[in-house]
């Protein structure tokens, strides 16, 4: 789904990163920054300390769509990626001060050519898909390159599982818990990608808020993540990871649920908060258990690479459903708003650009033109199908949440078990 164009719609992105949103960097941090912690704490304390790291992982994130959104209001957009400048050159000194070295004996080269496949698979897959809500599905590039992205990624696969150092070694997912973690993540995650994709857009497009205020209405979420990860990775100790990794996703399916519940206005405190809470606490039993189990189900010397392709996961999740759900997102919009606007007087002008640009979605502007009343009508319209396909992707989440902790309940190993 392409985005609008305007400055203010580009705004509103980044006003509201997710917590589970990160840089290209992040590839080369949180691999590494989980190694660390492998190296450095025992089986039964593991646990807490990844709890400990996915809470300052999510309070830190806290204050970056915040200031992030002072800052555009204040000055643009673009200032917002100056803060990385000092926090990187803080970083730097700390990790050289205080990080301990840790390294493995075994040597391999660097998989350019199983990174170049799935790049192309990537890209193509969801390029064809972003393009489809504008060119259609008969249009030959939009299929042409879903074709070559998808042959791309079985040529990825087949790669991988032959070369001698490969980039996501296929061994890895003969275990069943890693395999039902990764499962769990793409499902999850790709309900958390399109959430936070459409979210701030909802925010400041139909209920009118502030870029700070956007940037601010996830802190319920965030600071529980921030309160409760100790908590959730000492639950693997003391319970297993199989029943938080089942429950969390259940209760984040119910946030979903309550986020598909407001329309147009109300209160945050009475629409929005109760539902961040039930998401932010299905999170929050989730996220450390499963980086837990990610770790725990490789060999020392290969925490970094499951560490590395669990992420992977996550992001690809991400980047996939804001493809194919941000098309679903524009069908639903579409369908709703040309229903609606058959009961207005819209000249037959007005009315072909109106659904040229549905690809706006909420930023859909009213044809010059047209009377005070009929252009406050469209407005209202526009509101309420952007709500209607909310609504609608967010119980396509849930259901991506449900599916999640199904995988966990079929593959993540019980502690009695020893089916890892």
Not at 99 to 119: F, H, K, Y
Not at 176 to 187: K, Q
């Amino acid at each position: 789904m392409k985005p609008p164009c305007d400055e203010a719609v580009i705004e509103s992105r980044h006003a509201a990163v997710p917590c589970t949103t990160e840089t290209a960097p992040a590839a080369f941090l949180v691999p590494g920054s989980l190694s660390i912690i492998s190296a450095s704490f025992g089986e039964k304390e593991r646990g807490r300390a990844i709890g400990t790291w996915s809470g300052f992982t999510a309070i830190t994130t806290a204050m970056g769509p915040i200031l992030g959104g002072w800052l555009i209001e204040q000055a643009s957009w673009r200032w917002a990626f100056f803060i990385n400048v000092p926090l990187a050159a803080v970083v730097i000194g700390l990790s050289l001060w205080r990080v301990p070295e840790s390294r493995t004996t075994a040597r391999g080269n660097i998989d350019w050519t199983g990174a170049l496949v799935a790049t192309v698979g990537l890209g193509d897959v969801a390029y064809g898909f972003i393009e489809s809500a504008s060119l259609g599905w008969s249009h030959r590039f939009v299929w042409g390159t879903l074709i070559v992205g998808c042959a791309s990624l079985i040529t990825f696969f087949i790669f991988e599982s032959r070369v001698d150092y490969p980039m996501v070694p296929m061994e890895l997912f003969r275990s069943r818990d890693f395999t039902g973690a990764n499962l769990l993540t793409l499902f999850l995650y790709a309900a958390l990608g399109i959430f936070f994709f459409l979210f701030p857009l909802n925010l400041i497009q139909v209920q009118h808020y502030s870029a700070t205020a956007t940037g601010a209405a996830a802190l319920p979420l965030i600071l529980l993540l921030f309160l409760l990860s100790r908590w959730s990775g000492g639950l693997v100790a003391r319970y297993g990871p199989k029943r938080p990794l089942v429950i969390g996703p259940v209760i984040a399916a119910a946030g979903f649920l309550l986020f598909a519940v407001p329309s147009v206005g109300g209160s945050y405190w009475r629409v929005f908060f109760p539902a961040f809470v039930v998401l932010g606490f299905g999170l929050a039993v989730s996220v450390a258990p499963l980086t837990t189990v990610v770790m725990d189900a490789v060999d020392q010397d290969r925490v970094g690479t499951a560490s590395g392709v669990n992420n992977a996961v996550a992001r690809v999740a991400g980047l996939l459903s804001i493809a194919v759900l941000g098309v679903a997102m524009v069908t639903a919009f579409s369908f709703h708003l040309n229903r609606s606007l058959l009961d207005l007087a819209i000249p037959a002008g007005a009315m072909h650009d109106l659904q040229a640009n549905e690809i706006k979605l909420a930023a859909l502007a009213v044809p010059a033109g047209i009377d005070s009343d009929t252009a406050s009508a469209i407005r209202v319209s526009i509101a309420r199908a952007f709500i209607f396909g909310f609504r609608f992707i967010m119980l396509i989440c849930a259901g991506l949440s449900v599916t999640s902790a199904a995988f966990s309940w079929r593959m993540i190993a019980s502690p009695n078990t020893n089916d890892r």
